[in-house]
């Protein structure tokens, strides 16, 4: 065995070398090579167990060698996990990822069923108690992809940082950041885009253009006013801009979808200044031109963009 020839080792996957016999005894000493690490020296067709070598009596005892070459790659590794494919991981990840827009039309449909009209259903739509139900099919979408990556090869334990839901997706991914972000931006826009559309429709924009038709409201009496008649007074007080010109607006009702409006700061020994309003279609109000309540009664179009009663 010449005194030139140069040993490698493996060393954590890692090929280390090339060494002389010297400094490969004193690793021995050290328990860095022990039984069991592969070795390799020029001339050896493969890599094999030191105990398995002409160096197996180093490990009791102590002589030297030298000759460097470069060995031939170590054998293949074996990995520990079967690496799934952007393919396979989207596969189980896309329910969470698209938890959120489902949940935003589920919880709308459900609103305009209970309500019967879009702008009622989108008032419900957006009340607390309708985003704790979309927040709760995110949770279980999420529950349910947790479970499923348990299950894979790549689940390596759990970690506090999924509970914000960028972290779970960049680990889920096998902590890709390409597919992280290209995952949760693909998120935001079905959820804004679903959610853009849901505002156009409560807002009544894909309801029909034609003429705004006007209907009876359940005009019921309680201590002897209208309730229509009241909560619209109290809307109008409550959004008129103009109250120090206009003061304290009072409503009365002419028929069962025409209401005369009256300003307590433009009456005068001339009569007041009145407005008229019509109940329109979906349960919204809007202003018509008239000079008198017959005119108003007769009124067939709006003078105004239709609104609804919201209270904020």
């Given at each position: 065995?010449?005194?030139?020839?140069?040993?490698?080792?493996?060393?954590?996957?890692?090929?280390?070398?090339?060494?002389?016999?010297?400094?490969?005894?004193?690793?021995?000493?050290?328990?860095?090579?022990?039984?069991?690490?592969?070795?390799?020296?020029?001339?050896?067709?493969?890599?094999?167990?030191?105990?398995?070598?002409?160096?197996?009596?180093?490990?009791?005892?102590?002589?030297?060698?030298?000759?460097?070459?470069?060995?031939?790659?170590?054998?293949?590794?074996?990995?520990?996990?079967?690496?799934?494919?952007?393919?396979?991981?989207?596969?189980?990840?896309?329910?969470?990822?698209?938890?959120?827009?489902?949940?935003?039309?589920v919880t709308y449909l459900v609103a305009y069923l209970i309500k019967g009209n879009s702008?009622?259903?989108?008032?419900?739509?957006?009340?607390?108690?309708?985003?704790?139900?979309?927040?709760?099919?995110?949770?279980?979408?999420?529950a349910e992809d947790l479970w499923r990556f348990k299950k894979s090869a790549s689940y390596?334990?759990?970690?506090?940082?999924?509970?914000?839901?960028?972290?779970?997706?960049?680990?889920?991914?096998?902590?890709?950041?390409?597919?992280?972000?290209?995952?949760?931006?693909?998120?935001?826009?079905?959820?804004?885009?679903?959610?853009?559309?849901?505002?156009?429709?409560?807002?009544?924009?894909?309801?029909?253009?034609?003429?705004?038709?006007?209907?009876?409201?359940?005009?019921?009496?309680?201590?002897?006013?209208?309730?229509?008649?009241?909560?619209?007074?109290?809307?109008?007080?409550?959004?008129n801009p103009d109250v120090d010109t206009t003061g304290r607006i009072k409503v009365s009702?002419?028929?069962?979808?025409?209401?005369?409006?009256?300003?307590?700061?433009?009456?005068?020994?001339?009569?007041?200044?009145?407005?008229?309003?019509?109940?329109?279609?979906?349960?919204?109000?809007?202003?018509?031109?008239?000079?008198?309540?017959?005119?108003?009664?007769?009124?067939?179009?709006?003078?105004?963009?239709?609104?609804?009663?919201?209270?904020?």
């Open positions: 065995m010449s005194e030139q020839t140069m040993w490698f080792y493996e060393f954590n996957g890692e090929r280390v070398g090339g060494l002389c016999i010297t400094e490969v005894i004193e690793l021995i000493n050290q328990g860095t090579i022990t039984q069991g690490t592969q070795v390799w020296k020029k001339g050896m067709p493969t890599w094999v167990k030191i105990e398995e070598s002409e160096l197996a009596h180093y490990l009791e005892d102590k002589t030297p060698l030298n000759n460097y070459d470069l060995p031939p790659p170590l054998p293949s590794q074996t990995p520990n996990y079967y690496e799934e494919s952007f393919t396979t991981k989207f596969a189980s990840i896309w329910r969470f990822i698209y938890a959120p827009t489902f949940a935003a039309i702008w009622q259903a989108f008032g419900l739509w957006s009340t607390s108690g309708m985003t704790l139900i979309s927040l709760s099919i995110v949770l279980i979408a999420w390596t334990g759990w970690s506090w940082w999924w509970l914000l839901a960028p972290c779970y997706i960049h680990d889920r991914m096998g902590k890709q950041w390409k597919w992280t972000i290209g995952l949760i931006v693909l998120s935001l826009v079905c959820n804004v885009l679903a959610s853009g559309l849901i505002a156009l429709h409560g807002d009544g924009y894909f309801d029909d253009n034609g003429p705004y038709q006007y209907q009876p409201q359940s005009n019921i009496q309680a201590g002897g006013m209208d309730l229509n008649t009241v909560e619209l007074e109290m809307y109008l007080n409550t959004t009702m002419l028929d069962e979808v025409t209401y005369r409006v009256s300003y307590a700061y433009l009456c005068g020994s001339g009569g007041c200044d009145y407005s008229y309003l019509k109940s329109a279609q979906d349960g919204g109000y809007c202003y018509v031109l008239s000079s008198s309540d017959a005119q108003a009664i007769a009124a067939t179009q709006c003078s105004s963009s239709p609104f609804r009663l919201s209270y904020h």
